[in-house]
T-cell receptor, first 111, second 115 residues
């Protein structure tokens, strides 16, 4: 079992729909959780960070964390073609020294 | 402009020829890290540094060395590269908040091919 797993893609959604990206992690001691977006041929860039159980909203993006279930998700509302990218889930361990990334989920938003 | 720079961006080399990939950041971040990205495996942490002269191994350190003599620079050294080190490498930096790294800012990547 990989330490951080994400739903396999590619995920295709129509423009304007909600895209739901999921991530599970195995280390219960993980303290911080991040979603990065990576366009093809580019470097990852942060979308959201979340540290406490519950929801965190930023514009069209909502991150959800459930530490009991070891689960973190990212919802993208009103998806746009410009959201088409690979989304990487990252988990911080060892008090923010080590970071483990999931393999990524490729999202395609169809016009 | 706040940024992380890496050089070179592309490198083709041969097995056993020592090489260094440089990384520099201008954001005064304490934390710096190196990752490699391979298809299907995602980003894997090679080494990280919490501050000057403080470095530690990540998940895949074998075959790599690092040093942190200055806050802004964190070079990655491959003493004897092998074909299995062919990969896309990213350097990242982050401020340290409450004792740990937070949002990481990534460099543009270095694509390394070892023949």
């Amino acid at each position: 079992q990989k330490e951080v797993e994400q739903n396999s893609g590619p995920l295709s959604v129509p423009e304007g729909a909600i895209a739901s990206l999921n991530c599970t992690y195995s280390d219960r001691g993980s303290q911080s959780f991040f979603w990065y977006r990576q366009y093809s041929g580019k470097s990852p860039e942060l979308i959201m960070s979340i540290y406490s159980n519950g929801d965190k909203e930023d514009g069209r993006f909502t991150a959800q964390l459930n530490k009991a279930s070891q689960y973190v998700s990212l919802l993208i509302r009103d998806s746009q073609p410009s959201d088409s990218a690979t989304y990487l889930c990252a988990v911080g361990k060892n008090y923010g020294q080590n970071f483990v990334f999931g393999p990524g989920t490729r999202l395609s938003v169809l016009p | 402009e706040a940024q992380v720079t890496q050089n070179p961006r592309y490198l083709i080399t041969v097995t056993g020829k020592k090489l260094t990939v440089t990384c520099s950041q201008n954001m005064n971040h304490e934390y710096m890290s190196w990752y490699r990205q391979d298809p299907g495996l995602g980003l894997r942490q090679i080494y990280y540094s919490m501050n000057v002269e403080v470095t530690d191994k990540g998940d895949v350190p074998e075959g790599y060395k690092v040093s942190r003599k200055e806050k802004r620079n964190f070079p990655l050294i491959l003493e004897s590269p092998s074909p299995n080190q062919t990969s896309l490498y990213f350097c990242a930096s982050s401020p340290v908040l409450a004792g740990g790294a937070d949002t990481q800012y990534f460099g543009p990547g270095t694509r390394l091919t070892v023949l």
